[in-house]
């Protein structure tokens, strides 16, 4: 059994319901894909082979999945755990007003915001712990996660990039210290 085998069996101890549907197989992905690119202008266009969606106890993956490292499966698995965790604490109602509602659906979203900040600080932490915390430092993974928040690809959700930026510089500084490594040094641009 590989990393991402042993993660999938404690996840479905903690979520026995927990199950993994593939995108390209599935009506509902396929129509929230046909949402997704209407409300976004054509903008969001790689949510069935991009995205990985957590709804209910359902784990929906793109093409590819098998593919994918192990550590890099465990990482998502992380990730998309901070979501059935944050469903569990609210419930499915409430979680879903959240994720869609305030303050605006798009452009806005800070509902949708506040979950994906906990959940991509998770990413964070399995980055460092699984692939060193150089990985977890990297500008590239840094640009994606803001990109994330500030782009069509959550229908810009938080579109404040130097905020988001702070967030970010903050948790890897937190993440730094329980790592019990020096911080990187400060981003000279200021973001």
């Not at 093409?63 to 569990?88: K, Y």
């Not at 460092?128 to 994606?144: T, V």
Request: net charge positive.
């Amino acid at each position: 059994m590989d990393a991402s085998e042993l993660f999938l069996a404690e996840l479905k101890r903690e979520f026995p319901k927990f199950r993994v549907v593939h995108k390209e197989r599935d009506l509902l992905s396929q129509c929230i894909d046909i949402a997704l690119k209407i409300v976004t202008l054509g903008q969001q266009r790689s949510y069935l082979d991009g995205y990985y969606t957590v709804l209910g106890d359902t784990l929906y993956v793109p093409p590819g999945w098998a593919r994918t490292s192990p550590i890099d499966r465990v990482i998502t698995l992380r990730h998309e755990r901070i979501h059935l965790r944050q469903r569990r604490r609210y419930g499915f109602p409430l979680m879903a007003f959240l994720y869609l509602v305030p303050f605006f659906p798009l452009g806005l979203a800070y509902g949708r915001a506040r979950l994906e900040w906990e959940a991509y600080e998770e990413t964070l932490v399995a980055t460092a712990e699984l692939a060193g915390l150089d990985a977890a430092r990297s500008p590239a993974l840094r640009a994606k996660i803001i990109g994330r928040f500030v782009g069509p690809d959550y229908g810009w959700m938080w579109p404040f990039p130097k905020q988001v930026g702070r967030w970010y510089d903050a948790a890897m500084l937190r993440l730094e210290r329980n790592f019990g490594d020096p911080p990187a040094h400060p981003r000279e641009d200021g973001a």
